[in-house]
């Protein structure tokens, strides 16, 4: 966010944010609600997810330190599209929308480089929807791993740590499949050594730049 700003333009962005701490649990946002901050993720993490109108939670991504969320409020949209609930103690720079906007218009770089995350953010959503619609559901659930694993994996050679509570429900609503279909999935996967452990932590072996998974099954 703030690459190549100098060390007086980053301090004078600083210098107007609001530094908050939360707990796990904790809501930085809702659904529906006024747009009114955004926010940097200092440390910790945060779950954006959406309700849709039957209730169900799908979870769009993880934030974590250094990314930047709320663009809603930048963007002067009435209100946030998700829902972002604290899953780890968090630190987080927030500044008001107004302030923001008044901020990049002062230093374009940071406007560039809020756009170009955002733009990244929605290649991201674009690239995962026909997949979601056309792909096999084991297809489906490594894309999303290969995704949980890009975004709060912990890399160590050729093995991968997704850990922090991630549960089978999560890769179950970014896969738009169900959670037998991850459980048994996994299951079977953990018996042909691709993956190991559980209970919100999952060890994956890469191959390259990608995990080490099966081809789906014809």
């Given at each position: 966010?703030?690459?190549e ?24 946002f809702?659904?529906?609600g006024?747009a ?6 200092e ?9 849709t ?11 974590t330190?250094?990314?930047f969320?709320?663009f809603a ?8 599209s998700v829902?972002a ?18 901020l990049?218009?002062?230093y ?16 991201r ?5 026909p997949?979601l619609?056309?792909d ?12 949980l ?13 997704i850990?922090?509570?991630v549960?089978e ?12 279909s ?8 953990r018996r ?27």
């Amino acid at each position: 966010m703030f690459s190549e700003l100098s060390h007086s333009e980053m301090e004078d962005v600083l210098g107007h944010a609001l530094r908050q701490r939360w707990e796990v649990g904790q809501t930085v946002f809702s659904q529906g609600g006024i747009a009114n901050k955004c926010y940097l993720v200092e440390r910790g993490r945060i779950r954006l997810y959406q309700l849709t109108s039957g209730g169900h939670e799908v979870l769009i991504r993880f934030v974590t330190q250094g990314e930047f969320v709320g663009f809603a409020a930048v963007a002067q949209l009435s209100g946030f599209s998700v829902n972002a609930i604290v899953t780890q103690p968090t630190d987080t720079l927030a500044w008001t929308g107004d302030c923001m906007r008044k901020l990049m218009l002062k230093y374009p770089r940071l406007g560039l480089n809020a756009f170009t995350a955002a733009v990244g953010n929605m290649v991201r959503y674009e690239n995962r929807c026909p997949g979601l619609c056309c792909d096999p559901v084991e297809t489906r659930i490594g894309n999303a791993l290969e995704e949980l694993a890009n975004c709060i994996g912990e890399r160590t050679g050729e093995s991968c740590r997704i850990d922090g509570g991630v549960l089978e429900k999560d890769i179950a609503q970014m896969a738009g499949a169900s959670v037998g279909s991850v459980s048994r999935l996994l299951a079977r996967w953990r018996r042909d050594g691709y993956i190991e452990g559980g209970r919100g932590k999952l060890i994956v072996r890469y191959s390259g730049d990608r995990l080490k998974l099966p081809s789906p099954r014809a």
